[in-house]
Nanobody, 125 residues
Framework: QVQVGESGGGSVQAGGSLRLSCGAS????????MGWFRQAPGKEREFVAAISRSGESTYYAESVKGRFTISRDNAKSTVYLQMNSLKPEDTAVYYC??????????????????WGQGTQVTVSS
């Protein structure tokens, strides 16, 4: 069983920044493709960003491209989401997701095997 945990959420004003962190235990961390998703009240969970097992490939939702950066440190078994120029519409619970295997259909919720409990991000105008 893989344990997944996020941290780093909070409340900021529009234009501010936050960095989310996510750790995953279990098999070797570098064997996992990793993703970030978010869910706002009354809305479906949506893809935010993903990173390949080596970290060489990344992919972003259009709504966050140029503002968010996903990265990973396999030695620390941690993936990060640096969020800059935050907007009120970024307000959501952010979830870390683990795909046990290669980089495939990484925008789909169904592609991930394990999930964290989520961390709240609130952006005020």
């Amino acid at each position: 069983q893989v344990q997944v945990g996020e941290s780093g959420g909070g409340s900021v004003q529009a234009g501010g920044s936050l960095r989310l962190s996510c750790g995953a235990s279990g098999r070797t961390f570098s064997s996992y493709s990793m993703g970030w998703f978010r869910q706002a009240p009354g809305k479906e969970r949506e893809f935010v960003a993903a990173i390949s097992r080596s970290g060489e490939s990344t992919y972003y939702a259009e709504s966050v491209k140029g503002r968010f950066t996903i990265s990973r440190d396999n030695a620390k078994s941690t993936v990060y989401l640096q969020m800059n120029s935050l907007k009120p519409e970024d307000t959501a619970v952010y979830y870390c997701a683990v795909r046990d295997g290669f980089w495939h259909q990484i925008r789909r919720v169904e592609s991930y095997d394990y999930w964290g409990q989520g961390t709240q991000v609130t952006v005020s105008s």
